[in-house]
């Protein structure tokens, strides 16, 4: 779709070599072609999560957000995701059967000024008389001084997308300038079916509502050529949920366990036929059927599911003290290639700053505090003598 098309001339009488003319590429802001296999790509709006999706979403894809239990980062990233599109002046399709689109869209991010981000303050005069040296002598220990730094972030030497605040919504004027479609699902009265179908009449409405915007606005790519082309970004939010009228968050063996891979099954159908580009959260912790759910997953093009600290252990263990979840890749995309990049680190995390959410590698540190290290120590003691009491009395441990 996407992807650079190479068209042969005709052949030249006086020699037999024959000329090569490459077609001109789609050119709509807020998209730039891949290096790697010329797929047009947009930004998801988190420049860490463009640069593990191998530089952002190819645009005709679907990528799946497993959610954390209380639903808070991954509704986030939708959330980026959608801001992105206001900022690059993208057409908009937001679903829900929780929450009002419009309340969803009044919870964007705002954008950051380029000024602004890149603003770093002056650092000040250090006097002479202080002991900056013997501070940065006494740093970390002389076992790790020649390791070489870990490089935790995220991030590509292009810059692509724009960063925003989390801690301030986006103006009203911004907002109201992007065109969004609006599906919410009270306001779709669906009838059930008597009889047992695989497809649930609230993803029928759905996808038919989709099909009609696809259609209608001219994002389907057999319409005709215009200058005026553009990207609809379509945001669908807590897939598979009870409020969908589904019963995969209910039941061990849901009568409805096919509605949502059959509704997954046409969104794809009209996205690789067509200038958009979707993402959907679905709460998978909900769902009992690990087959099922991993079903879902190859069906979507790119897959991620986001583990929240909240509530568990690892919230209050020191280990993990500078994050606030990890982040596994489920799947990646497998396009106008053999094989698809895979991410270099497999152990991410990622954490919400004051005004920013980010995506890094999971560095642990090499040595506990004192406290832990001290708990430890006595673990191991215990062990040791519980070991040690069949060994001979002059073997000891060193800790």
Request: contains cysteine; glycine residues 6%; hydrophobic residues 35%.
């Amino acid at each position: 779709m996407a992807a650079p098309m190479i068209s042969v001339g005709k052949p030249s009488s006086a020699t037999s070599f024959q000329k090569k003319t490459r077609c001109k590429l789609i050119s709509i802001p807020g998209t730039r072609p891949s290096v790697q296999n010329g797929q047009l790509l947009v930004s998801t709006g988190v420049t860490s999560l463009d640069f593990l999706l191998g530089g952002g979403l190819a645009v005709g894809t679907v990528l799946l957000i497993e959610e954390d239990r209380y639903d808070s980062y991954s509704r986030m990233i939708l959330k980026y995701f959608l801001a992105e599109g206001v900022v690059c002046r993208h057409e908009l399709f937001v679903a829900s059967a929780q929450d009002n689109p419009d309340d969803i869209l009044q919870e964007l991010p705002a954008p950051i000024l380029d000024d602004v981000a890149i603003h770093k303050p002056v650092e000040q005069p250090r006097l002479t008389c202080e002991p900056q040296d013997s501070l940065d002598a006494m740093k970390i220990a002389w076992r790790y001084q020649h390791l070489p730094k870990v490089q935790t972030a995220l991030a590509s030497s292009s810059r692509f997308g724009h960063y925003y605040d989390v801690s301030k919504t986006m103006e009203p004027e911004i907002r109201q300038a992007a065109k969004c479609h609006r599906f919410y699902l009270p306001e779709h009265p669906t009838e059930s079916s008597p009889t047992h179908s695989a497809r649930l009449t609230s993803y029928s409405a759905l996808l038919k509502s989709l099909h009609d915007v696809i259609h209608r606005e001219g994002f389907d790519v057999a319409a005709p050529m215009s200058n005026s082309r553009n990207i609809l970004r379509i945001g669908l939010h807590s897939l598979g949920s009870a409020l969908w009228g589904d019963d995969l968050c209910c039941h061990d063996n849901p009568r409805n366990g096919h509605a949502l891979t059959t509704f997954l099954y046409g969104l794809r159908s009209l996205l690789r036929s067509s200038l958009s580009v979707a993402v959907l959260t679905v709460p998978s912790h909900f769902i009992q059927d690990r087959a099922l759910m991993g079903s879902i997953t190859r069906l979507c093009d790119n897959a991620i599911a986001l583990e929240s600290f909240k509530g568990s252990e690892r919230e209050t263990n020191p280990l993990y003290k500078d994050y606030h979840g990890l982040l596994h890749v489920r799947q990646v995309p497998h396009l106008n290639c053999l094989a698809s990049k895979l991410p270099d680190h497999k152990d991410l995390a990622f954490k919400l700053k004051r005004k920013q959410f980010t995506i890094e590698r999971l560095h642990l540190p090499p040595d506990l505090s004192e406290t832990v290290s001290r708990v430890s120590r006595g673990e191991l003691a215990t062990a040791a003598s519980a070991c040690g009491s069949g060994t001979s009395g002059n073997k000891h441990l060193d800790f």
